[in-house]
């Protein structure tokens, strides 16, 4: 099985899984494993959705946190090279209140 999860919605070190992608077969096939995917995350009041090289892959209304920080980052696996990541064209925009 193809671990599918890019596209979900994670609470790290607090509540786990908010959104997977299990029901979401599109999603799980959106990510491209070797080439740059394209993701559009939104946060409007507790309105979260996540959609990976235009797919939507999670949607939630989440209440816990009103604010928070963005964060980018790469869990380690077993692997015997290390990891490479990259992002570029990052852009940040506030939406209307």
Same mark, same amino acid.
């Not at 959609?51 to 989440?62: K, Y």
């Given at each position: 099985?193809?671990?599918?999860? +890019?596209?979900?919605?994670?609470?790290? *070190?607090?509540?786990?899984?908010?959104? &997977?992608?299990?029901?979401?077969? =599109?999603? #799980?096939?959106?990510?491209?494993?070797?080439?740059?995917?394209?993701?559009?995350?939104?946060?409007?009041?507790?309105?979260?959705?996540? +959609?990976?090289?235009?797919?939507?892959? *999670?949607?939630?209304?989440?209440?816990? &946190?009103?604010?928070?920080?963005? =964060?980018? #980052?790469?869990?380690?696996?077993?692997?015997?090279?290390?990891?490479?990541?990259?992002?570029?064209?990052?852009?940040?925009?506030?939406?209307?209140?």
């Amino acid at each position: 099985m193809v671990r599918a999860w +890019s596209g979900g919605i994670y609470d790290e *070190a607090r509540r786990g899984w908010l959104a &997977d992608l299990t029901k979401k077969p =599109a999603g #799980q096939k959106a990510f491209n494993k070797y080439g740059w995917n394209k993701y559009r995350i939104e946060a409007n009041g507790p309105m979260l959705s996540v +959609s990976v090289n235009g797919v939507p892959t *999670a949607s939630i209304r989440d209440t816990v &946190d009103a604010s928070g920080f963005i =964060a980018l #980052q790469v869990h380690g696996t077993k692997v015997e090279r290390p990891l490479e990541v990259r992002w570029r064209n990052i852009q940040l925009m506030e939406i209307g209140r």
